[in-house]
């Protein structure tokens, strides 16, 4: 490596670009479909993206799943190809001499966001290594190219809620609104272990609304109506009503099909271990739950009895009043 920096012509110069994770508190799918949803930015985990100059005329890609020119890049990281070539020609700035390193703390698959969380902060790194004022409006075009090819047709919650510091309240085709947390909210996330598929589950839902649209669009309109609930709840820091508004949730998500029986088992012990409510977070078919637990010290009995039930790892989150 240092016999790669003596040998660079040009200065080495380093630029930095992070994300952080985001969880879905509520509006999971039916956000497809319109209905509003509420999402937290879950600053816990998170990504970096490191850009460096280097010789060459080629771009490096140095990432747990990929490590070799971007021509080459696999197909499953096809858009994260393009999200670079696509903020290169917005930065007017040529595709070789650089180095694009990724580290992620957050699990892929898991209905947290990660593959929104690196487009934002690949898109961020590069503007920081060009010394360029990035708009929100540009983050959002970029990093959408991105999130379509990983999702097919996402909602743009993920995004939303991966680039914001606070609480937000997402709704296609409206703007994004602040969400009023009238007390700290205590939650414990539990990794499955099992990746979802996200393009899956939603195409799940799409096929049965074709069929049955009348069925899918009761629990689609219903999960708008709690999320709204649920706004209210957290707005007035009550817990039982937003616990009660995220077991209803749940219930609508296994009507849909995409609970599944790994993460019923992992919502049962929550709930059993004392959580006022746990529902699945995200795409579903694997990835995480979420629990409401009353305080921090139940959020830990809660997290303990989750790993005993096989959980692969657990988060104690709270959500501070705002
Ligand atoms: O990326 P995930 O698994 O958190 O899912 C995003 C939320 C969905 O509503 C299932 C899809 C979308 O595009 O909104």
Redesign the pocket.
């Known amino acids: 490596m240092k016999v790669g920096i003596a040998m660079l012509e040009t200065p080495q110069k380093v630029a930095v670009g992070r994300a952080h994770s985001?969880l879905?508190l509520i509006?999971?799918?039916?956000?497809?479909y319109g209905q509003p949803?509420i999402a937290f930015p879950f600053k816990q985990i998170e990504v970096k993206v490191i850009v460096k100059n280097i010789e060459g005329n080629t771009i490096r890609i140095e990432s747990p799943f990929y490590q070799g020119p971007l021509e080459q890049i696999p197909e499953k990281m096809e858009g994260l190809g393009d999200c670079i070539l696509q903020t290169l020609k917005v930065l007017e700035q040529k595709t070789s001499g650089l180095e694009i390193q990724i580290s992620s703390s957050i699990p892929i698959?898991?209905?947290?966001?990660?593959?929104?969380a690196i487009a934002i902060a690949l898109v961020r790194g590069l503007f920081a290594f060009f010394n360029q004022e990035l708009s929100n409006s540009q983050l959002m075009t970029l990093v959408e190219r991105a999130?379509t090819f990983?999702?097919?047709?996402?909602?743009?919650?993920?995004m939303m809620a991966a680039s914001s510091a606070n609480p937000i309240w997402f709704q296609k085709q409206h703007v994004v609104e602040h969400v009023k947390i009238g007390a700290p909210f205590h939650f414990v996330v539990a990794d499955s272990g099992r990746v979802?598929d996200?393009y899956a589950?939603?195409k799940s839902i799409r096929d049965k609304y074709e069929i049955k649209p009348e069925k899918i669009e009761e629990s689609i309109t219903l999960l708008g109506k709690l999320a709204l609930e649920v706004r209210q709840g957290l707005a007035a820091g009550d817990s039982q009503q937003v616990g009660d508004k995220l077991n209803q949730a749940q219930q609508h998500l296994a009507l849909l099909g995409?609970s599944d029986p790994g993460l019923d088992g992992l919502v049962d012990t929550a709930r059993t271990a004392g959580a006022i409510a746990a529902k699945l977070?995200?795409?579903?078919r694997g990835?995480c739950i979420l629990a409401l637990v009353e305080n921090e010290q139940l959020g830990k009995k809660v997290a303990d009895a989750l790993i005993q039930a096989g959980a692969a790892q657990t988060w104690q989150y709270t959500i501070a009043k705002c």
């Open positions: 985001k879905i509006g999971e799918h039916a956000v497809v949803a698959g898991r209905g947290l966001g990660s593959s929104a999130e990983a999702h097919g047709t996402p909602s743009g919650i993920d979802g996200t589950a939603v995409v977070t995200g795409g579903g990835g």
